[in-house]
């Protein structure tokens, strides 16, 4: 099975400023931080993907234009990040961004801003965060993928136990996506979609429904397990799981103003 819980390949943008590094729990984190009013937006990119992708960017340029603060960040393993991909797994990803987050907003509030995988860390770290937590906004959230959409076999249980990861095709990467014995056995440490999610600040979660990745039927999974009363889903009917075209673009950067405006 390819892989599904990536971002699309990430696009660079020319003169786009070098990152700055933090050093955590062994491994130089790298970021991009820029100061400004009302909670700090924060964007936390899909498996295997990076701050340099469209969307990241576009966030970056409204925050700009705007005036508002923003953090993109690097996994560990991904990007210009330090460290070995095949170390990391959800809670590790949540450690390295709250660190982060910690680093250039410390006790500041944060909007955060997940895409596929980059929403189950979201909706993780916010739980972590409590009452920092201003806002969240998912972009085809994937919870609990490791569960749902990997499929894990026999023959992948007996490669982990190996040599410590098994591989699925991916439309990124010809060479295949690795999936590691941390990550695997980290996951249900995890796992969100049991019971309900207790966060209680303001969410909205964006979905294609055209999206072969990610169900769009979880994002309304999502919706009505968490505790916040103000939720609201946005189904993009002829949308895919990048949501990366103009429109879907404008979309987000409008869920994202509109929730911020209310996030002082």
């Given at each position: ?99 982060v987050i910690d680093h250039v907003a410390p ?158």
């Amino acid at each position: 099975m390819r892989n599904r819980f990536a971002n699309a390949s990430p696009q660079r943008y020319p003169g786009a400023m070098d990152p700055d590094f933090l050093d955590h729990a062994g491994v130089r984190l790298a970021y991009r931080y820029r100061p400004g009013a009302g909670a700090a937006v924060v964007f936390l990119p899909g498996y295997m993907s990076d701050m340099t992708g469209s969307k990241a960017a576009a966030l970056a340029e409204w925050a700009e234009a705007t005036g508002r603060a923003m953090l993109r960040l690097d996994y560990s393993g991904c990007g210009a990040s330090g460290g070995d991909f095949l170390d990391g797994s959800i809670g590790r990803w949540v450690g390295d961004a709250r660190a982060v987050i910690d680093h250039v907003a410390p006790a500041g509030r944060v909007l955060l801003v997940g895409s596929s995988m980059g929403g189950w860390v979201a909706l993780r770290l916010g739980l972590a965060l409590g009452d920092r937590l201003a806002g969240l906004v998912g972009i085809a959230a994937a919870p609990d993928f490791t569960d749902w959409g990997l499929d894990v076999t026999p023959g992948d249980r007996a490669e982990l136990a190996g040599r410590g990861w098994f591989t699925r095709t991916s439309d990124y990467d010809p060479a295949g996506y690795r999936y590691s014995r941390a990550l695997i056995e980290e996951a249900p440490a995890q796992r969100l979609l049991g019971g309900a999610i207790a966060i209680t600040a303001p969410v909205r979660l964006l979905h294609g429904q055209r999206d072969d990745a990610v169900p769009w039927a979880l994002s309304l999974d999502i919706a009505g397990r968490l505790r916040s009363a103000d939720v609201q889903v946005t189904l993009v009917k002829d949308g895919d799981h990048r949501l990366s075209r103009p429109q879907d673009i404008a979309l987000l950067l409008r869920l994202v103003a509109d929730l911020a405006e209310g996030t002082p």
